[in-house]
């Protein structure tokens, strides 16, 4: 970040029939956008250099590769990046289940757990019971799992046959939901890319969706 921008004059920030307390509110905030913008850069830069580093995203995605269900699963806005992740397996995979607790519910989930299921649990700060409570007996019943948090002793990390660490400000504050993204977008691309079939369903996707019309057309 630039230094100059914490040095902003009245001149520099004037706007006609302005009162000071509204330029002075307006300075703050111009103040706070840069300096997020350069925690958001400083920990996307850190994501992008753990993930070339990690070799836990390459065997979490053979983890998932292998298995022959995938069920994902998140509480709260943990529950949003383990949608979002699901949306970009399934693509390429198959057998992609998310938990929603409505739909699909841990319950159903746990009365039949195989040893070839993998369960990928997304469980960030503050960690949730329902997600503990869920994936605990899960690994006790013999299915793999695969655990994406932000601290190396998580309550589920001893549960965990691979787990990713995202990295936290430095400040003590959440993972940066960018670095968050970009992480589950380069598991799910290793995934995807080495899955037999991947790419005959990405195209076979793409045909059905063309003829149900799911997307809005140029010519519409």
Do not use: C, W
Not at 28 to 46: C, D, W
Not at 98 to 111: E, H, K, M
Not at 186 to 194: F, V
Request: proline share 4%.
């Amino acid at each position: 970040m630039n230094d100059d921008t914490l040095f902003l004059t009245d001149e520099d920030t004037a706007v006609p029939g302005e009162r000071p307390e509204q330029r002075l509110e307006r300075r703050s905030a111009s103040v706070l956008k840069h300096r997020l913008l350069e925690q958001e850069r400083k920990q996307f830069e850190e994501s992008l250099a753990s993930a070339k580093a990690d070799g836990a995203l390459e065997r979490a995605a053979a983890l998932i590769v292998s298995a022959r269900r995938r069920f994902l699963i998140g509480a709260s806005k943990s529950f949003t990046y383990a949608s979002l992740l699901a949306a970009d397996l399934s693509y390429g995979l198959a057998n992609v289940t998310l938990i929603d607790g409505t739909i699909v519910r841990p319950l159903d989930v746990l009365s039949d757990v195989r040893t070839s299921d993998v369960m990928i649990a997304v469980s960030l700060q503050r960690y949730r019971k329902y997600t503990i409570d869920s994936v605990v007996p899960f690994a006790e019943a013999g299915g793999s799992l695969v655990l994406i948090t932000d601290a190396p002793d998580a309550p589920l990390t001893p549960y965990a046959d691979e787990t990713i660490v995202l990295g936290r400000a430095e400040d003590g504050h959440p993972s940066s939901s960018i670095g968050i993204a970009l992480t589950l977008h380069i598991l799910a691309t290793l995934t995807t890319a080495s899955a037999k079939g991947a790419g005959r369903r990405a195209v076979e996707r793409e045909r059905l969706a063309e003829t149900l019309g799911v997307y809005v057309s140029d010519e519409d």
